[in-house]
């Protein structure tokens, strides 16, 4: 189980050992584990059973991490809430998962808001939480501080096939969908990663993603997996990229994994010629693509840096990687190269064939997939597919729904999507779910989202028809997209139309959109 990576007797643990920083609080693995034992206990008294659901709500930091490790000690589901994300955004996920003890830091306003759209039954809060609404009067509330009175609790026994945790992402219909894992799979990314990186117990890993981006799992699950400590970079530094430099010299941090735009930001802005960061031996980045010249930018940087490009949706953690040995061409494009270990991969045309070379969808089947979909069965009907394919062993399949063909060297080069899926600084955005809500928006009657390249970022337009007389301005659409969306849903520009292009068959067609949406611009 995940709760066996903080077993203080694992030789791969050293209890003086580091295990989790954020530049302000610091905790060595006894520490660390005498910390989530207590909150276990906390839990436990709330009656968190396990297959219970529990959110947590929480800012980056150490607490993050104690709070997460916690909820699988106690046999429960961790369900990770943007912090950041509106409250009417965090409700719905919390409703879809059924989630009924939340552990917080939020402000009064937000968690008042929270409580009364939710049933919740109790919360554990880290912040002056002073008052109830009258209709949740009735929930048990575990002040954070309070918790070092309390003993340690022993680790909930559970099965590996028990789900661990549930990561949310937006649907095509605008509602949430939750990828569930289990403690195997966690356990089969935390093993997998530690070796394909090398990690030693002396490393020191960044975490860049919150706690609900699957890139997280790297730290939260790797870093115990061989014991070595984390160094949370919290939101308040990684909005300026030389504050990010300075911690990252400072902490000696050794393995790098985020989207590439923070990246970017470093390399732009992070002041990286003052700084010593010869301590970063690997780089591992993903989620979308990185400009090859401004990649290359960042090798020059970090000469003694190993760099990878990783691929894989959150539904399998990771599949593939491609390993950088020199600074990429300016007009290539740079694999996501082949399958890592204990996976399987092939591409199929429309028709479900295999296509060796493709292009083609591509499918996955590793020891590191999802359970399920949280609650759809149709959903995972659809994604996960049994077949036999002749040219493989594995035949339980995920669809990725990502196109890709195979280079003249035999790595794979990602096209795109089959869908109208985007990744937005890393954060997967459903298209047609943003297209519902722009057409809610006054004085619009019809909508499309689009993204497109603009000034090397992969950027949302709206695109968008409206009332004859009617007045729509950009904060509108901004505005009702950021109160039903994550902030990388939010568009940067707003084209008004006379008409958006149709297909024969009625459908919004979206690539003569986005050349409306240039034309317009350019125009």
């Not at 830091?105 to 929270?114: I, N």
């Not at 095509?172 to 966690?186: E, F, L």
């Not at 790595?411 to 890393?426: A, M, P």
């Amino acid at each position: 189980m995940l709760s066996d990576l903080l077993d203080l007797s694992r030789n791969e643990i050293t209890a003086s050992a580091p295990a989790v920083s954020d530049g302000t609080d610091t905790l060595t693995y006894a520490a660390f584990v005498e910390a989530v034992g207590r909150l276990t206990s906390a839990l436990i008294e709330l009656d968190v059973a396990p297959g219970d659901r529990v959110g947590v709500h929480l800012q980056k930091g150490v607490a993050s991490f104690v709070a997460v490790h916690a909820v699988l000690r106690s046999g429960a589901v961790m369900v990770p809430i943007d912090p950041f994300a509106p409250p009417e955004h965090a409700s719905s996920v919390l409703s879809d998962a059924g989630v009924e003890v939340l552990i917080t830091d939020a402000r009064q306003h937000v968690f008042d808001q929270l409580v009364e759209s939710v049933t919740l039954r109790a919360a554990v809060v880290r912040s002056s939480i002073n008052a109830l609404p009258g209709a949740a009067s009735s929930i048990a509330i575990v002040d954070w501080d309070a918790l070092a009175s309390r003993a340690v609790a022993d680790p909930v026994v559970i099965d590996a096939d028990s789900p661990a945790y549930i990561i949310y992402t937006s649907g095509s219909t605008g509602q949430p969908k939750g990828i569930v894992h289990s403690h195997r799979s966690a356990l089969a990314y935390a093993r997998l990663a530690a070796a394909a990186y090398e990690l030693r117990a002396d490393d020191r890993l960044a975490n860049i993603a919150s706690l609900h981006f699957d890139q997280s799992t790297f730290e939260l699950y790797a870093a115990p997996y061989v014991g070595c400590s984390v160094t949370v970079v919290p939101d308040a530094i990684l909005r300026f990229p030389a504050n990010v430099s300075e911690l990252v010299e400072r902490e000696q941090v050794t393995v790098w994994y985020s989207v590439p735009y923070v990246l970017r930001q470093l390399t732009g802005r992070g002041a990286l010629d003052t700084r010593d960061l010869t301590s970063i031996r690997w780089v591992l980045y993903g989620g979308e693509s990185y400009p090859p010249d401004e990649l290359a930018d960042l090798m020059t940087a970090l000469p003694g840096a190993s760099v990878s490009n990783i691929y894989g949706p959150a539904e399998v953690n990771q599949c593939t990687r491609f390993d950088l040995t020199e600074p990429p061409a300016p007009d290539a494009p740079i694999p996501i190269g082949r399958a890592w270990a204990e996976t399987e991969i092939v591409m199929v045309d429309e028709a479900g064939n295999e296509t060796p070379s493709g292009p083609g969808e591509l499918l996955v089947s590793t020891s590191t997939m999802m359970d399920r979909y949280w609650n759809r069965p149709d959903l995972t009907a659809a994604s996960i597919i049994d077949r036999k394919f002749p040219s493989r062993s594995r035949t339980r399949w995920y669809r990725t729904g990502d196109l890709a063909e195979a280079n003249d060297d035999g790595d794979l080069v990602f096209l795109g999507r089959v869908d109208n899926q985007v990744k937005i600084r890393g954060q997967r955005v459903e298209l047609e779910a943003l297209d519902l809500t722009l057409r809610q928006v006054d004085g619009v009657i019809e909508a499309a989202m689009v993204a497109d390249l603009i000034d090397g970022d992969l950027s949302l337009v709206a695109v968008v028809e409206t009332d004859r007389g009617a007045v729509v301005t950009l904060r509108d659409v901004q505005r009702a997209v950021a109160a039903r969306h994550p902030r990388a849903a939010v568009p940067i520009d707003l084209v008004v139309v006379a008409s958006l292009v149709q297909t024969a068959t009625g459908k919004i067609d979206r690539n003569a959109v986005l050349s409306q949406a240039r034309r317009a611009s350019s125009g």
